[in-house]
């Protein structure tokens, strides 16, 4: 069963930094460009963050472009997400998830629809 494993929540004060990372599966991860989104309560998904099956491209959502820097290791089959100056706006349940993709497909970053695994979830708190 493919899967895919966030960890790195927490607690963090306003400004201050935290990095979350996801774990996969090779037969996911190296086909798979992959995403971060999150979920505040009552609010609906949204997207974060994608990096290309390379790691030579990536996007983010203008609420955390040049705080948010996303990143992929392909041999190790993780991508993580460093979070700075972070508010308490940010306060959420972080997702990463898996879009399998062929190497000259169309790729859709930030659309939630087109991923394909999903992980559980990690809570990511910031507050004073």
């Known amino acids: 069963q493919e899967q895919l494993v966030e960890s790195g929540g927490g607690l963090v004060q306003p400004g201050g930094s935290l990095r979350v990372s996801c774990t996969a599966s090779?037969?996911?991860?190296?086909?798979?460009?992959m995403g971060w989104f999150r979920q505040a309560p009552g609010k609906e998904r949204e997207f974060v963050a994608a990096?290309?099956?390379?790691?030579?491209?990536?996007f983010y959502a203008d609420s955390v472009k040049g705080r948010f820097a996303i990143s992929r290791d392909n041999a190790e089959n993780t991508m993580s997400l460093q979070m700075n100056s972070l508010k308490p706006e940010d306060t959420a349940v972080y997702y990463c998830?898996?879009?399998?993709?062929?190497?000259?497909?169309?790729?859709?970053?930030?659309?939630?629809?087109?991923?394909?695994?999903w992980g559980q979830g990690t809570q990511v708190t910031v507050s004073s």
């Open positions: 998830a898996a879009q399998k993709m062929d190497v000259d497909a169309r790729w859709y970053p930030s659309l939630p629809t087109k991923y394909d695994v």
């Open positions: 090779t037969r996911t991860f190296s086909v798979s460009a």
């Open positions: 990096i290309s099956r390379s790691g030579g491209r990536n």
